[in-house]
């Protein structure tokens, strides 16, 4: 069995990883038989095609979570992939940032299920906040604590359920009222990483900020690589074809 979790929204992906996939699988079977293959190692496939193919007396059944799998080459591990998709002792879960290349279209076939956890608009990120209360034990949880945090963290479930679960556990809740720095969100925005933590540094310097002193701080902080980039936005937004918080937006999009 193939399940596919992809998406930007890594707590949510988690959260069915661990909860739905995982604790399912421990029910029934041995958790000696579960292993995590990240393919930052370059390693990574050689150790999954061991793992999926040896047998053992004790326990058939198997299961791998792969990692970073846009890290790897896609081909062979796409291949690896399609010999065990009618393989009912060996479950499969690739957990990728972001839709995987075309060599991996057979993840939306039948019987591999997939899904997606894109970021969160406001509307839901509020409903999915509400349930995760509720689950917690904050039946009776105001609404604009709700609001506050998704005001503080927008899309960024991990934090706003970090703070969360601090008010379940008897923490007062301290909305974040202070102005964030200048160049700490700078830093947060230039070398890439989470794309909703991006977003919400992003938000910060527009709102407290001017997009144009942002775009040319990243810009005369832009490593060799990144240099190139910066400089035909720069050309773009003098052209008129960007404004400065355009091009910002689009350099973050760009990397994810």
Not at 108 to 119: A, G, Y
Not at 229 to 239: C, G, L
Request: no cysteine; proline share 4%; net charge negative.
């Amino acid at each position: 069995m193939l399940f596919y979790l992809y998406g930007p929204d890594s707590y949510r992906r988690n959260q069915v990883l661990r909860d739905t996939i995982l604790a399912g699988y421990q029910k029934k079977h041995s958790g000696l038989s579960v292993q995590e293959f990240s393919f930052e190692n370059d390693e990574a496939l050689e150790a999954l095609t061991a793992f999926l193919s040896s047998n053992s007396l004790f326990d058939t059944t198997k299961l791998a979570i792969i990692t970073e799998p846009e890290e790897g080459k896609p081909k062979p591990l796409a291949n690896l992939l399609n010999e065990f998709v009618e393989d009912k002792n060996k479950t499969i879960v690739v957990v990728a940032n972001k839709k995987l290349t075309k060599e991996f279209a057979f993840l939306f076939e039948k019987p591999i299920k997939s899904q997606e956890f894109e970021l969160l608009d406001r509307p839901h990120m509020l409903s999915f906040l509400k349930k995760e209360a509720e689950r917690l034990g904050l039946v009776t949880i105001d609404a604009k604590v709700l609001n506050t945090l998704v005001d503080a963290y927008e899309s960024d479930t991990w934090a706003a359920m970090t703070e969360l679960e601090a008010i379940a556990s008897g923490k007062q809740f301290d909305p974040p009222q202070s102005v964030p720095d200048f160049f700490p969100l700078i830093q947060g925005m230039k070398g890439g990483g989470v794309l909703g933590k991006q977003l919400r540094a992003l938000h910060h310097l527009f709102e407290h900020y001017e997009a144009a002193a942002a775009f040319n701080m990243i810009a005369s902080m832009a490593d060799a690589g990144s240099k190139m980039q910066m400089a035909d936005y720069d050309v773009a937004i003098k052209s008129g074809k960007f404004d400065y918080p355009e091009a910002l937006l689009d350099l973050v999009l760009s990397r994810n």
